[in-house]
C-alpha cells in the first residue's frame, strides 16, 4: 500500500483559544447559526442519537473513512486532544456503523468530547448508558465496521453538506450541529454577546405580549397587499 493521499494522519492542528471554545457554551446553536446567516449548519438528518439533552462543543478532530471502515476512526483516538469534538466524513455511507460503545468508551477515557458522524453507529444502548457522552449521527444499526483503510486524520472533510476543517469549532445540540469556521470564531462569539443583551430584552417583552407585528403590515404594504391592522377580539 503507497502511504499518500486516502493514508494521512496529521498529529498539529490549530485550535481556537480555550476562553473562545468556552465562550461558545453560553449560546444556542439557532443564534450561532443566524450570526452566520443560516450557512454552516449541518444537514438535519445528523441529530443526537444519544440523550439529546447532552450538547457538545469543541474544535473539530477530522477522520475521513472509506464507506464501511472504520481503522482511522479507531486512529483519531491517539490523535484527538482532550475536549475535541471526533467528526466522522463517512461518504454517505448507510449500511454500516462506524463506531459503537467501545470505539465510545475509549474515547471518553481520551477526553474527547463526542463524535459526530455523518453516517450510522451501533451499540446504542451502552453508549446512552455512558450517561455524559453525546455522539450525533444518521442513524443506527447493528452491522459493523471493518478495519482497513484507507482513511484520513485532520484533513478536510465534508458532513452533512458542510465542509469541515480540522480546528473548526464543532456546537451540536438539540436543535442541530453548526460549523463554526475557526478563523471567524472569536469575532462571532463577540457578536453573539453583543446581541444576548437586546435579544434577552425582547424575549422578555415578548413574554410579558409586549410586542407587535406592525412590521409584517409594513412588508405586505410595500408589497401591494392592503391589511388591516391587528385589534384585540378579547
Ligand atoms: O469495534 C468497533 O470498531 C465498532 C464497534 O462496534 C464499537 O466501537 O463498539
Ligand atoms: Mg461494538
Not at 451499540?123 to 459493523?144: E, H, K, M, N, S
Request: glycine letters at 10%; charged letters at 25%; proline letters at 8%.
Amino acid at each position: 500500500m503507497h502511504p499518500g493521499a486516502g493514508f494521512r494522519v496529521r498529529n498539529d492542528i490549530e485550535r481556537p483559544e480555550p476562553e473562545v471554545i468556552n465562550g461558545f457554551r453560553g449560546f444556542e446553536t439557532p443564534d450561532i447559526s443566524d450570526l452566520l446567516n443560516r450557512l454552516y449548519t449541518m444537514s438535519s438528518a445528523i441529530s443526537n442519537v444519544t440523550d439529546p439533552a447532552l450538547r457538545i462543543i469543541g474544535p473539530a478532530c477530522t477522520v475521513k473513512v472509506f464507506p464501511g471502515d472504520n481503522l482511522m476512526v479507531h486512529k483519531s483516538l491517539d490523535i484527538a486532544r482532550p475536549g475535541d469534538v471526533v467528526v466522522v466524513d463517512t461518504a454517505g455511507e448507510r449500511t454500516t456503523a462506524v463506531l459503537g460503545d467501545l470505539v465510545s468508551t475509549k474515547a471518553r477515557h481520551r477526553g474527547i468530547a463526542g463524535f459526530v458522524v455523518d453516517g450510522l453507529v451501533r451499540d446504542i444502548g451502552a453508549i446512552r448508558r455512558l450517561g455524559d457522552f453525546p455522539v450525533f449521527a444518521r442513524g443506527i444499526t447493528p452491522i459493523g465496521p471493518l478495519h482497513r483503510g484507507p482513511g484520513e486524520v485532520n484533513y478536510p472533510v465534508s458532513l452533512g453538506g458542510i465542509v469541515v476543517n480540522p480546528g473548526d469549532l464543532i456546537v451540536g445540540d438539540v436543535n442541530g450541529v453548526v460549523v463554526v469556521p475557526r478563523e471567524l470564531a472569536p469575532e462571532l462569539l463577540q457578536r453573539l454577546r453583543e446581541r444576548s443583551a437586546t435579544e434577552a430584552e425582547y424575549l422578555a417583552a415578548v413574554a410579558r405580549g409586549d410586542f407587535s407585528n406592525a412590521w409584517v403590515d409594513s412588508m405586505l404594504n410595500e408589497a401591494g397587499v392592503a391589511t388591516e391592522p391587528y385589534r384585540d377580539p378579547r
